[in-house]
């Protein structure tokens, strides 16, 4: 008799990555990374367990002295219902210290630096947390150096299997 298919879909762990921007390390040189609380909603950190989200375009902003996620994507959790629902592409207020918010609003005001999301996981606590980068944008002959790095990489992996 043939196994029935689990359908239910499987949580976030701890410590796992929920999203991860992997696009952000081919378009930018990321330089200091921080770790950030997000403030969500209870329908958004469950839709996130479910792994139900994107950071893939978003970025962060500084407004009155606070830093703020804007374009990222969580997905709205279906067993909820209507009135409980948010919105999935709301901006979201990220949690830094006084001292790392003014080095990153100084950063991008004076330096001409953006502030890139990385990662997106769940803590030891079981909290959301979000990795930010501070990053200066690359030109297009610096990815093309960096294709040309990955490929020799890979050239460099199968050379070596090979010799083994």
């Known amino acids: 008799m043939a196994k ?20 952000a390390r081919f378009d930018y040189f990321l330089e200091d990374r921080f770790d950030a609380g997000i403030v969500l909603t209870g329908t958004e950190v469950k839709s996130l367990r479910l792994g139900l989200c ?7 902003v500084d407004r ?13 959790y279906n067993q909820a219902g209507a009135h409980l629902q948010h919105a999935p592409k709301r901006e979201r207020k990220l949690l830094l210290k006084k001292k790392e918010t ?15 999301p990385v990662r997106l996981y769940f803590n030891a606590k079981g ?4 990795e930010i980068a501070l990053a200066k ?8 150096e960096t294709e040309k790095q990955r490929d020799w990489g890979r050239e460099k992996q199968r050379i070596i299997r090979k010799g083994e």
Do not use: C, F, M, P
């Open 54 to 60: 994107s950071i893939n375009e978003s970025y962060a």
């Open 102 to 116: 003014n080095r990153l609003i100084g950063a991008v005001t004076r330096e001409g630096y953006t502030i890139v």
């Open 4 to 23: 029935k298919k689990d359908t239910k879909k499987t949580l976030i762990s701890v410590n796992q990555t929920v999203a991860d921007n992997r696009r």
């Open 137 to 144: 944008g690359k030109k297009d002959y610096d990815k093309r």
């Open 127 to 130: 909290l959301a947390k979000l």
């Open 64 to 76: 009155g002295g606070e830093i703020w996620l804007v374009n990222s994507h969580i997905a709205e």
